[in-house]
């Protein structure tokens, strides 16, 4: 284990301009992709579902991560993002924790773990500190 319990994790988000192919980041303030490499991980309110509360989510599954990815570009590929994530001391969860603004007392961050009884179908990591988790690669595929 690295210190801080380093990890690789994999996000998928949206994206509006054509980074893939030329590297060059566009200004729209609604493509997520060139917002996160521009300014970091920002936690955000939003009326989605959150399955362990209003954080930054991660997998170790890069399927997982592709149900988030959404081209807004017309593109015939799609990008997501591998991560450096600081995951620490780790709360396990086989079920929802919705409602969560930090992780639970004495940890870290949350992890979900697939449950036979759960609902979540891959593993997850969730951070509730912006400064834990560092984009590091942009990876386009078909
Ligand atoms: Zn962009």
Do not use: W
Request: hydrophobic share 30%; glycine share 10%; with cysteine.
């Amino acid at each position: 284990m690295t210190a801080g319990n380093e990890q690789r994790r994999f996000h998928g988000t949206s994206v509006s301009c054509r980074i893939g192919e030329t590297g060059q980041l566009c200004s729209s303030n609604a493509c997520a992709v060139c917002c996160i490499i521009k300014n970091g991980y920002k936690i955000f309110e939003t009326t989605n579902f959150q399955r362990y509360g209003r954080g930054l989510y991660f997998s170790s599954i890069s399927s997982k991560s592709d149900d988030y990815v959404k081209n807004n570009s017309g593109l015939n590929y799609r990008v997501m993002f591998l991560n450096r994530v600081i995951v620490g001391k780790a709360y396990k969860c086989t079920n929802d924790y919705t409602g969560l603004l930090h992780p639970p007392q004495g940890y870290d961050s949350v992890i979900g773990v697939p449950d036979s009884n759960g609902s979540l179908n891959y593993d997850e990591v969730v951070l509730y500190r912006e400064d834990s988790c560092i984009p590091k690669y942009l990876i386009a595929y078909g």
